[in-house]
């Protein structure tokens, strides 16, 4: 076992990471990752929280919200990243059903999650309501993350995806939330879809690093999802995302010239294939001219 000496940086993000820096006022950068090659872009990056956001069955599924995937697929996503984060924190998210049917199903699944899968925490979105059972699961030695305001899982009883937190009573609810789940332990908090105002006054009470999405700058940390971020989305973006790139477009433009290439004869070059040996090419040519001379 190696211990990190006292006052040297940790090259290593652990829970205990985000608390530091919500102490130093020290910016928490998360982005999510669904898969291996986008994992090692943004752990290399030096990303401190990677995120297997249930926001893949969206991105990576095509589905029409969060609801439909599954352990098992968050599982198989979860490992693809976990081989190839080094550094960051690495979160997976407990999909919808997997913690709502009963607390021993949902410490299974949770565990599951680490064992199976190598996450260092997990996510579950809700707050007061959800305080004990997280409370239960950090009890079983899984640090979790919770996740309050616009909670995708919750669409059906939200109405859509709205902002949330807007009205006195809401943002009092909100409030009784975020200190719930600060009580219970929670590695950090997710903050959805929530007015600047409120995730600030939240960040302030809570003494567990606040991660916004949606949410404003005075959060101790920024969260997106990969695919917002590089323009790898389909239809219009939330008024939050800022695209840093357009990556749909580069995509596009170098899988038609391919196509072009492939068509017109271009690809593949001489120079990008195999050759033979001079001897093996010549004994095959002494062989194909004696078939012929035979033919003749
Ligand atoms: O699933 C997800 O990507 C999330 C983040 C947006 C916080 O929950």
Redesign the pocket.
Known sequence: MSITPIGQPCPKITTASLHEKKLRHEPITCL?AYDYPSARLVDEAGIDVI?V???LAQVMLGYES?LPVTVDEMLHHTRAVRRAVKRALLVA?MPYGSYHVDEKEALRNAARMVKEGGAEAV?IEGGEKRAELIRRVIEAEIPVAG?IGLTPQSVNVMGGYKVQGKSLSAIEQLMRDAVALDKAGVACL?L?GIPREVAAMITAEVETPTIG?GAGPECDGQ?L?FHDLLGLTFGPPAKFVRRYADVAAVITGAVQAYREDVVAGRYPSDGESYHLPRETQAALETIVDRKRAMRR
């Open positions: 999510t995120l956001g249930d926001s969060t998210d996510k996740h997710y959805e999405i969260v999802v």
